[in-house]
């Protein structure tokens, strides 16, 4: 396809961009630690590093690595680690000895660990403590795995705070389950120890693997995307080529409560936002709105990552209001469709634009972004970023016309080697030129905007015609008296499918009959739902992004 969409790009931002500018990211970060050394890099609970001491910590921790625990080049680690000082530590330390990252979400049941583990063959685990008891139970059924690193979240503040937090989970709260690890390793002891060892730096090639980044398993067993170097500095390129001149010469704090371990917030803040010598705000648990909303509260902060859903639970928390806007400008939404209304709410409330991206974790992950001189919400997810290339196929792998809807399909520096040792799953979603098959469907405009409209897979087909629940999702969104709506497509005799809705209620009284008559007044008849549902809340994954493949598979849901 034409890029048509160049001519739509914000002024300075360049068609292409270098994804060699660095040989790999341990390289791309010693710049970053030795320019900003003495500014503050991660915070979390209190406590705070420079890129200094994350420069030093990371160099120790690569140490014990090669010269104790003698993990060689190409070896697999897992981080086993909700948002924490570790966590940074860790990621660049293992990088710096040539390892392959294998992030695993700390939620996984002992099944999805022992799955991810041995797929990726990990020779050594760092977890926290609340979680090495899913670890201890899947020791046994997980051959590759020779060392078991634990932290406490307490690890990198001071020896009475770290006391305190530790005993108050163990004992108080009760988030440290028994574990019993005669060969663990403890991460303090690798960082006093490794300080004394001597550290031999290892060549990387921005073709190595970085991560192994498994996908949510949306459909089957999860897979492991092959991340290099090169891929995941291309998107840094990429999101500094659009961002720079917002970035430039400003103290930047953002607001990182989005896991790590998910792509979006390893590369856009973890990564690209410490290449700019920006600070991250680690929020160990987004769940707690009021907590979060405190540590926003200390910090005049500049940018903030998140879903959906999240932007929409800090919007109905009356304290949120009241925080200092006045350096935000910007908020980048991804990982799912944000919806107009929680988009106007966040203008209306922060004075600054709700700009809306679009990712995969087989893109590492940016594929579009809003432009950032977007005065108003577009319902779009943007413009192909620098050195990206996009098309609308058909069922056949051919080019549609603009404006008529397709399969997403992507190629790019960002996109992926294929799948971990599953050549059969990686040749499913490339194409024999090169397009990586995105499962979306989505249409271009002759400006260049993507829209997308739904995954093919959620897509319900009512009477032969086509019904995309996000644009369901964003009309019952604006409802007076609805939280939250999910809607997915169930089966009738009549019509093949009919949509559902399922909505967590704002206001008590809300009724079905209410919702139905709202719909008929803003929707065409065949897209009205047919059922209604309410429940106390909606099944998400660990980012928060609301699970219609869960509602499909079991869709009913209690309400008080």
């Not at 609308?392 to 809807?405: F, N, S």
């Not at 490339?430 to 409209?453: M, P, Y």
């Amino acid at each position: 396809m034409e890029k048509i969409w160049l001519k739509s790009y914000p002024p300075g931002v360049p068609a292409e961009i270098n994804p060699d500018a660095y040989p790999s990211i341990p390289a791309m970060m010693a710049e970053t630690c030795q320019k900003y050394s003495s500014h503050p890099a991660f915070y979390n609970m209190g406590a705070t590093i420079t890129y200094h001491q994350l420069d030093q910590y990371s160099r120790d921790f690569a140490a014990y690595l090669q010269q104790v625990l003698k993990i060689a080049k190409g070896s697999r680690i897992a981080l086993m680690l909700p948002n924490c000082l570790q966590y940074p530590i860790a990621m660049l330390g293992s990088l710096r000895a040539g390892l392959v990252i294998v992030n695993v979400n700390p939620l996984y049941t002992s099944d999805e660990l022992i799955h991810q583990i041995n797929d990726a063959g990990a020779e050594a685990i760092l977890v926290m403590s609340n979680f090495a008891s899913v670890v201890e139970k899947s020791l046994s059924h997980m051959p590759s795995l020779r060392h078991v690193i634990i932290t406490h979240l307490g690890d990198m503040f001071s020896p009475l705070k770290a006391w305190g937090v530790n005993m108050m989970l163990k004992y108080y709260y009760k988030k440290i389950p028994d574990w019993h690890i005669p060969q663990a390793i403890f991460f303090k002891q690798i960082l006093t120890k490794g300080k004394q060892l001597s550290f031999a730096s290892v060549t990387i090639s921005n073709q190595d693997i970085a991560f192994l980044q498994y996908t949510g398993g949306t459909t089957g067993t999860s897979k492991g995307a092959i991340l290099t170097h090169r891929n995941i500095i291309a998107n840094i390129q990429q999101a500094d080529a659009w961002f720079k001149h917002l970035l430039r010469d400003k103290d930047e704090v953002i607001i990182t409560a989005l896991p790590l371990y998910h792509i979006f917030s390893l590369t856009a803040n973890c990564l690209y936002f410490s290449k700019t010598g920006g600070l991250n705000i680690l929020i160990t648990n987004p769940r707690d709105i009021p907590s979060m909303i405190k540590d926003m509260k200390k910090f005049k902060f500049t940018a903030i990552t998140a879903v959906n859903t999240l932007f929409n639970a800090l919007l109905k928390n009356p304290h949120f209001a009241q925080l200092d806007f006045s350096r935000l400008h910007l908020a980048l939404g991804g990982g799912m469709a944000v919806q107009e209304a929680v988009a106007l709410k966040w203008e209306a409330t922060t004075h600054a634009p709700l700009l809306e991206a679009y990712g995969l974790t087989e893109t590492s992950p940016c594929v579009t972004i809003n432009p950032t001189n977007l005065m108003q919400f577009n319902g779009t997810i943007g413009l192909p970023v620098s050195s990206t290339n996009i098309a609308i196929l058909d069922d056949h792998a051919q080019e549609v016309p603009i404006g008529k809807p397709g399969e997403l399909a992507v190629k790019g520096p960002q996109v992926m080697k294929g799948y971990w040792n599953n050549p059969t799953e990686t040749a499913k979603v490339f194409t024999k030129d090169g397009w990586l098959l995105t499962g979306d469907i989505a249409t271009i405009n002759e400006k260049g905007f993507v829209r997308l409209l739904e995954r093919k897979k959620d897509m319900i087909l009512v009477s032969g015609f086509n019904v995309y629940p996000n644009e369901l999702e964003d009309v019952i969104a604006k409802m007076p008296g609805v939280r939250e709506v999910a809607v997915i497509g169930v089966p009738d005799e009549n019509s093949g499918e009919v949509p559902k809705a399922f909505i967590v209620k704002d206001n008590p009284n809300l009724t079905e009959k209410d919702v139905i008559k709202y719909c008929r007044e803003h929707l065409t008849g065949y897209k009205i739902p047919k059922q209604v549902e309410f429940a106390n809340e909606l099944p998400k994954s660990n980012v928060g992004k609301i699970l219609r493949r869960a509602l499909r598979e079991s869709p009913v849901l209690s309400i008080d």
